[in-house]
């Protein structure tokens, strides 16, 4: 079993996945349940145009009995501050203590932004954006039985007024597709107390070419476009000639842990070193649609003990 970290409810490491959206709706069950079973705190979800992170988390919450789901994360874009302070409200009361809401979103100026070819509705700019909708959700009338435990939430937070929002505002942050040293950078923005819950993509794969062209395809479509994973990867000190046309094995390597199990505890271990208190690992498929089960079960008790003490 994946041992819990005093202080919050998450454990050390959880398991963060998109691939769930491919699967019908009984397999994401059964697959949610044994992923409690083999001990990681948290189930963390994407949400691009699968199951909306509201169903997807009633889903996953109805599957399992302990373990925390968490939105990683429900875009803003997606549906308006009443609309999602209705919805958290109704996942708390009927799992209390269970959900986690993770907010995020795209940010959109005059140009007009596609996600997979869609075009998304204009935002303005992230951080005032993200601090005007987390008032708004505030503000919403409750007219239903208030949770037993209040729903907390956290940012996808990259930058450091996003972070320093994620601190003042909201439990604290969720970086997405970060090397090492930005959680160092995170835990100095943030102070010591906010949560701070990592993203790792991993590969588990004794076939160490292989497992790197599977990790390169994943950061290849991250840095295809200029975005805000590129921006906060150009302020930890990448740049074009690790960016642009693909990117470099440098690159590569300090976004994804790929290769034996040591190397994957190793990877999640420097991130607690850093300031983490979670990690939560995206395993990496060839087939993205493909469930990762032999990487989540060779996994879990290897990071047993993953964690540093506490801080």
Do not use: K
Not at 76 to 91: G, N, S
């Amino acid at each position: 079993m994946v041992a819990a970290q005093p202080g919050h409810e998450l454990g050390n490491v959880g398991v963060w996945t998109f691939a769930f959206d491919g699967q019908p709706a009984n397999r994401v069950r059964e697959a949610a349940a044994e992923i409690e079973e083999l001990g990681y705190g948290a189930l963390w979800c994407g949400e691009a145009f699968g199951r909306d992170a509201v169903g997807q988390a009633w889903l996953l919450l109805s599957a399992t009995r302990r373990i925390t789901v968490a939105s990683g994360i429900a875009n803003i874009a997606f549906r308006d501050p009443i609309a999602m302070a209705t919805a958290a409200r109704t996942l708390g009361e009927a799992f209390p203590g269970r959900y986690l809401l993770g907010l995020g979103g795209h940010r959109v100026d005059d140009t007009v932004h596609l996600l997979d070819g869609y075009p998304m509705p204009a935002l303005g700019r992230a951080v005032s954006t993200m601090d005007a909708y987390l008032a708004a959700m505030d503000a919403v009338p409750a007219h239903s039985p208030p949770p037993q435990v209040a729903v907390r939430r956290v940012l996808a937070a990259l930058g450091p007024r996003m972070l320093s929002l994620a601190a003042e505002r909201t439990w604290g942050a969720h970086p997405y597709f970060v090397p090492v040293e930005h959680t160092r950078r995170a835990r100095e923005i943030m102070g010591p107390h906010a949560f701070l819950g990592v993203e790792q993509a991993v590969v588990l794969d004794s076939d160490v070419d292989r497992a790197r062209e599977v990790a390169a395809a994943h950061v290849a479509a991250y840095v295809a476009v200029e975005s805000h994973q590129t921006a906060n990867l150009r302020r930890l000190g990448f740049g074009d000639d690790d960016i642009l046309g693909g990117p470099s094995r440098r690159l590569v390597d300090a976004i994804v842990a790929y290769g034996d199990v040591p190397t994957i505890h190793d990877r999640v271990r420097r991130h607690f070193d850093a300031g983490a208190d979670h990690v939560c690992i995206q395993a990496l498929a060839a087939d993205p649609t493909a469930l990762p089960e032999h990487q989540w079960r060779e996994l879990a008790p290897a990071l047993r003990g993953a964690a540093t003490a506490p801080r």
